[in-house]
Protein backbone atom coordinates (compact mmCIF):
# COMPACT_ATOMS: atom_id res chain seq x y z
CA UNK A 1 0.00 0.00 0.00
CA UNK A 2 1.32 3.17 -0.88
CA UNK A 3 1.42 6.39 1.54
CA UNK A 4 -0.34 9.21 1.01
CA UNK A 5 2.50 11.73 -0.12
CA UNK A 6 3.26 8.95 -2.38
CA UNK A 7 -0.07 8.86 -4.00
CA UNK A 8 0.60 12.87 -4.17
CA UNK A 9 3.59 12.73 -6.17
CA UNK A 10 1.70 10.26 -8.35
CA UNK A 11 -1.17 12.62 -8.72
CA UNK A 12 1.62 15.61 -9.24
CA UNK A 13 3.14 13.77 -12.30
CA UNK A 14 -0.09 12.64 -13.98
CA UNK A 15 -1.48 16.10 -13.62
CA UNK A 16 2.29 17.97 -15.25
CA UNK A 17 2.09 15.03 -18.08
CA UNK A 18 -1.45 16.04 -18.94
CA UNK A 19 -0.62 19.54 -18.76
CA UNK A 20 1.71 19.08 -21.62
CA UNK A 21 -0.87 17.08 -24.10
CA UNK A 22 -2.44 20.29 -25.58
CA UNK A 23 0.60 22.51 -24.95
CA UNK A 24 2.56 20.06 -27.14
CA UNK A 25 -0.38 19.97 -29.71
CA UNK A 26 -0.58 23.98 -29.76
CA UNK A 27 3.01 24.18 -30.67
CA UNK A 28 2.78 21.06 -33.53
CA UNK A 29 -0.15 23.12 -35.12
CA UNK A 30 1.44 25.99 -34.73
CA UNK A 31 -0.62 28.48 -32.71
CA UNK A 32 1.26 28.36 -29.71
CA UNK A 33 5.06 29.81 -30.11
CA UNK A 34 6.95 29.01 -27.35
CA UNK A 35 9.86 31.71 -26.21
CA UNK A 36 13.24 29.63 -26.66
CA UNK A 37 14.77 31.46 -24.23
CA UNK A 38 12.32 30.77 -21.48
CA UNK A 39 11.80 27.65 -22.33
CA UNK A 40 15.91 26.78 -22.23
CA UNK A 41 16.45 28.39 -18.97
CA UNK A 42 13.18 26.50 -17.64
CA UNK A 43 14.54 23.05 -18.42
CA UNK A 44 17.95 23.69 -17.16
CA UNK A 45 16.64 25.60 -13.44
CA UNK A 46 14.28 22.60 -13.27
CA UNK A 47 17.09 19.98 -13.92
CA UNK A 48 19.29 21.82 -10.94
CA UNK A 49 16.09 22.11 -8.82
CA UNK A 50 15.35 18.15 -8.90
CA UNK A 51 18.52 16.96 -8.27
CA UNK A 52 18.57 19.89 -5.07
CA UNK A 53 15.42 18.42 -4.20
CA UNK A 54 15.92 15.08 -4.04
CA UNK A 55 19.39 15.59 -2.19
CA UNK A 56 17.99 17.06 0.27
CA UNK A 57 15.07 14.72 0.93
CA UNK A 58 11.89 16.26 -0.83
CA UNK A 59 11.17 12.34 -1.85
CA UNK A 60 8.00 11.62 -4.23
CA UNK A 61 7.26 15.76 -4.29
CA UNK A 62 10.58 15.86 -6.37
CA UNK A 63 9.02 13.57 -8.99
CA UNK A 64 7.04 16.06 -10.80
CA UNK A 65 10.02 18.42 -11.02
CA UNK A 66 11.71 16.12 -12.95
CA UNK A 67 9.60 15.11 -15.20
CA UNK A 68 8.50 18.68 -15.97
CA UNK A 69 12.60 18.96 -16.85
CA UNK A 70 12.18 16.33 -19.22
CA UNK A 71 9.12 17.88 -20.80
CA UNK A 72 10.25 21.43 -20.84
CA UNK A 73 13.52 20.44 -22.45
CA UNK A 74 11.42 18.99 -25.26
CA UNK A 75 9.07 22.56 -25.77
CA UNK A 76 12.80 23.67 -25.71
CA UNK A 77 13.93 22.09 -28.75
CA UNK A 78 10.65 22.00 -30.14
CA UNK A 79 10.74 25.91 -29.87
CA UNK A 80 13.97 26.19 -32.25
CA UNK A 81 11.93 25.06 -35.07
CA UNK A 82 8.18 26.04 -33.98
CA UNK A 83 8.24 28.96 -31.32
CA UNK A 84 8.64 32.69 -30.94
CA UNK A 85 11.43 34.01 -32.97
CA UNK A 86 11.51 37.63 -32.38
CA UNK A 87 14.20 38.42 -29.83
CA UNK A 88 14.87 41.73 -28.10
CA UNK A 89 17.68 43.36 -25.93
CA UNK A 90 14.88 42.48 -22.96
CA UNK A 91 15.13 38.80 -24.07
CA UNK A 92 19.14 39.11 -23.97
CA UNK A 93 19.25 40.41 -20.58
CA UNK A 94 16.74 38.22 -19.11
CA UNK A 95 18.49 35.20 -20.42
CA UNK A 96 22.05 36.87 -19.72
CA UNK A 97 20.61 36.93 -15.73
CA UNK A 98 19.29 33.10 -16.17
CA UNK A 99 22.69 32.13 -16.74
CA UNK A 100 23.98 34.56 -14.84
CA UNK A 101 22.22 32.52 -11.78
CA UNK A 102 23.26 29.17 -12.90
CA UNK A 103 26.81 30.07 -13.14
CA UNK A 104 26.59 31.66 -9.03
CA UNK A 105 24.73 28.19 -8.27
CA UNK A 106 28.18 26.64 -9.77
CA UNK A 107 30.01 28.35 -7.12
CA UNK A 108 28.09 27.41 -4.30
CA UNK A 109 27.57 23.50 -2.66
CA UNK A 110 24.95 24.74 -0.15
CA UNK A 111 21.50 23.40 -1.51
CA UNK A 112 19.36 26.03 0.08
CA UNK A 113 21.42 28.73 -2.13
CA UNK A 114 21.60 26.77 -4.79
CA UNK A 115 17.42 26.62 -5.40
CA UNK A 116 17.30 30.74 -4.27
CA UNK A 117 19.45 31.49 -6.97
CA UNK A 118 17.50 29.28 -9.33
CA UNK A 119 14.79 30.74 -8.15
CA UNK A 120 15.31 34.05 -9.08
CA UNK A 121 16.71 32.78 -12.55
CA UNK A 122 13.80 30.98 -13.33
CA UNK A 123 12.21 34.45 -12.53
CA UNK A 124 13.98 36.36 -14.53
CA UNK A 125 13.50 33.43 -17.31
CA UNK A 126 10.02 33.66 -17.11
CA UNK A 127 10.04 37.38 -18.30
CA UNK A 128 10.32 36.41 -22.13
CA UNK A 129 7.53 34.41 -21.91
CA UNK A 130 5.38 37.34 -20.06
CA UNK A 131 6.27 39.95 -22.11
CA UNK A 132 5.36 38.07 -25.59
CA UNK A 133 2.46 36.55 -23.29
CA UNK A 134 1.41 40.53 -23.56
CA UNK A 135 1.50 41.26 -27.06
CA UNK A 136 0.41 38.35 -28.21
CA UNK A 137 -1.36 36.09 -25.35
CA UNK A 138 -3.18 33.84 -28.28
CA UNK A 139 0.01 32.31 -29.13
CA UNK A 140 0.07 30.57 -25.33
CA UNK A 141 -2.18 27.83 -24.15
CA UNK A 142 -3.83 28.95 -21.19
CA UNK A 143 -4.17 25.45 -19.76
CA UNK A 144 -0.52 24.35 -19.16
CA UNK A 145 0.07 27.53 -17.05
CA UNK A 146 -3.54 26.32 -14.80
CA UNK A 147 -2.19 22.77 -14.17
CA UNK A 148 1.02 23.62 -13.91
CA UNK A 149 0.28 25.69 -10.98
CA UNK A 150 -2.47 22.97 -9.84
CA UNK A 151 0.88 20.24 -10.08
CA UNK A 152 3.36 22.48 -8.07
CA UNK A 153 0.40 22.62 -5.37
CA UNK A 154 0.01 19.16 -5.00
CA UNK A 155 3.48 18.60 -5.51
CA UNK A 156 4.13 20.62 -2.20
CA UNK A 157 1.81 18.79 -0.71
CA UNK A 158 3.81 15.20 -1.38
CA UNK A 159 7.54 16.65 -0.12
CA UNK A 160 8.59 14.47 2.54
CA UNK A 161 11.00 16.89 4.08
CA UNK A 162 8.93 20.57 4.04
CA UNK A 163 12.06 23.37 3.89
CA UNK A 164 13.01 26.33 2.17
CA UNK A 165 15.30 23.96 -0.02
CA UNK A 166 12.46 21.44 -1.36
CA UNK A 167 9.48 24.42 -0.78
CA UNK A 168 10.34 27.18 -2.47
CA UNK A 169 10.76 26.46 -5.69
CA UNK A 170 7.31 25.05 -6.75
CA UNK A 171 6.04 27.50 -4.33
CA UNK A 172 7.64 29.84 -7.14
CA UNK A 173 6.00 28.17 -9.81
CA UNK A 174 2.84 28.11 -8.57
CA UNK A 175 2.39 32.18 -8.02
CA UNK A 176 4.22 32.46 -11.39
CA UNK A 177 1.85 30.56 -13.27
CA UNK A 178 -0.86 31.83 -12.23
CA UNK A 179 0.59 35.12 -12.51
CA UNK A 180 0.96 34.24 -16.10
CA UNK A 181 -2.85 33.02 -16.15
CA UNK A 182 -4.15 36.34 -14.82
CA UNK A 183 -2.29 38.02 -17.44
CA UNK A 184 -3.51 35.99 -19.96
CA UNK A 185 -6.97 36.44 -18.96
CA UNK A 186 -6.85 40.16 -19.12
CA UNK A 187 -4.89 40.64 -22.22
CA UNK A 188 -7.03 38.36 -24.30
CA UNK A 189 -10.09 40.69 -22.58
CA UNK A 190 -8.34 43.86 -23.88
CA UNK A 191 -7.58 42.22 -27.44
CA UNK A 192 -11.12 40.75 -27.85
CA UNK A 193 -12.91 42.56 -30.54
CA UNK A 194 -15.95 44.77 -28.94
CA UNK A 195 -19.11 43.69 -29.77
CA UNK A 196 -21.04 46.44 -31.20
CA UNK A 197 -24.82 47.14 -30.33
Same mark, same amino acid.
Given at each position: ?8 ? !?? *?? @??? +???? $???? /? ?15 ? #?????? !? ?12 ? *? ?7 ? @????? *? ?21 ? =? ?5 ? /? @?????? =? *???? $?? !? ?8 ? #? ?21 ? %? %??? +????? #? ?10 ? %????? @?? %??? +???? /??? +? ?6
Amino acid at each position: MYDYKTILG !IV *AV @AIG +LISY $VPYY /RDILRGSTKPHPFSWFS #FALMMG !ITFFAQVFTGAGAG *AWVTGISAV @AVLGI *ALLSLSKGDKEVTIFDWICFSGA =VLGIILW /R @ATNDPL =V *AVII $VV !IADTIAFMPT #FRKAYIRPKEETMSLFVLSAAKY %V %VSL +LALST #FSATTALFPAVL %VASNL @AL %VLL +LIVR /RRQ +LAPSRGV
